[in-house]
């Protein structure tokens, strides 16, 4: 064979192929098929922390609606309502959500220091049905700071069921015995400063259990609360109390007709012929001032329009008059 023949040979003959070339293809297809499924993960990956994105946006703005299980729920920070044995309004609640299902979300906020447990803000009333229909609850789930779990408490209370005038008072009292501020339970209830102080001090003379025995009474408000504590400063109160209280009338009743027994019982029982009367009169026979005493009272009536500005006068002197009364008082005793 001569020399360019050699040459020629050795360009045209074919390639021989090794085993480890041969491996070569194979390896690059699992290689190419390895990155392709870890691709696919990675957008999965990247799809899921997008979807939990959105899911803690929703949940965060309050738009994202969950069906939760009653049971993992807790009671709000500070109860607000007073519940009656006999309440027509819930019985009411549970049958409309029994026929057409719960309209309404409640608002829970997530247990930092117990997973998958919850607590109420508002929708108390909402949830009692569910539990007693055996059902799951719709809620909003929302990280709340103790603040704003008592601002929208009280918010949604007063846009959906008004709290009554007892109702609101305990729940101010409440709020301000666990350390809340006044700015932020003036904010919860959508009060003044004035107003909250006279909660506070209505809520303070009533005990719990008289409030909670009556109910809600939502057609007493403040003056007829503030006299039915000053009765109960009477000694025989308690013995009053619980001659009512323990009646069948009292636990059949509802909640104003309690709040009617029990101011009842505490009224006045002095008989009008044991009360002693006596009129002033002036110098032309007309009765300007009439005192009635009775057991452990005694009024003052000055008729203004005969004379003007005597019960001014009176109210001016009363302190020295009981100075003089204590002094004549300690005289006698000597």
Do not use: C
């Not at 609850?137 to 704003?148: C, G, H, N, S």
């Not at 003056?223 to 308690?238: F, T």
């Amino acid at each position: 064979m001569s020399r360019k023949d050699t040459i020629t040979a050795l360009f045209t003959q074919k390639k021989v192929t090794t085993p480890v070339q041969a491996a070569e293809p194979e390896r690059e297809r699992i290689k190419s098929g390895a990155v392709s499924a870890m691709g696919a993960s990675l957008q999965q990956l990247t799809e899921g922390a997008r979807n939990a994105a959105r899911l803690q946006d929703q949940i965060e703005e309050g738009t994202l609606i969950v069906n939760l299980d009653p049971d993992l729920i807790d009671s709000g920070m500070v109860a607000d309502r007073l519940h009656s044995v006999i309440d027509p309004s819930f019985d009411a609640l549970v049958a409309s959500i029994s026929a057409s299902g719960q309209q309404v979300p409640i608002l829970v906020r997530p247990l930092s220091q117990a997973p998958a447990r919850y607590q109420v803000a508002y929708g108390h009333r909402r949830l009692r049905a569910a539990q007693h229909l055996g059902i799951a609850v719709k809620a909003i789930v929302r990280p709340l700071t103790d603040a704003e779990m008592v601002v929208a408490q009280g918010k949604e209370n007063l846009e959906r069921r008004d709290l009554s005038y007892i109702e609101k008072a305990i729940f101010a009292r409440r709020l301000e015995d666990i350390g809340f501020e006044r700015n932020t339970i003036m904010a919860a209830l959508s009060t003044d400063k004035a107003d909250l102080s006279r909660y506070i001090s209505v809520a303070r003379l009533i005990p719990d259990e008289l409030a909670q025995a009556i109910g809600p009474a939502d057609r007493i408000g403040r003056a007829r609360w503030l006299v039915l504590a000053e009765n109960l400063k009477r000694p025989d109160a308690p013995q009053r109390l619980r001659a009512v209280l323990e009646s069948d009338a009292f636990r059949k009743a509802d909640s104003n007709s309690r709040f009617a027994k029990v101011f009842a019982s505490l009224a006045d029982k002095v008989p009008p012929e044991k009360s002693v009367a006596r009129i002033w009169r002036d110098p032309a026979g007309r009765a300007i001032a009439r005192s009635e005493v009775r057991k452990d009272r005694t009024t003052f009536v000055i008729d203004e329009a005969i004379a003007p500005e005597f019960g001014a006068y009176l109210a001016d002197e009363m302190g020295m008059l009981y100075e003089k009364y204590l002094q004549e008082r300690a005289k006698s005793t000597l």
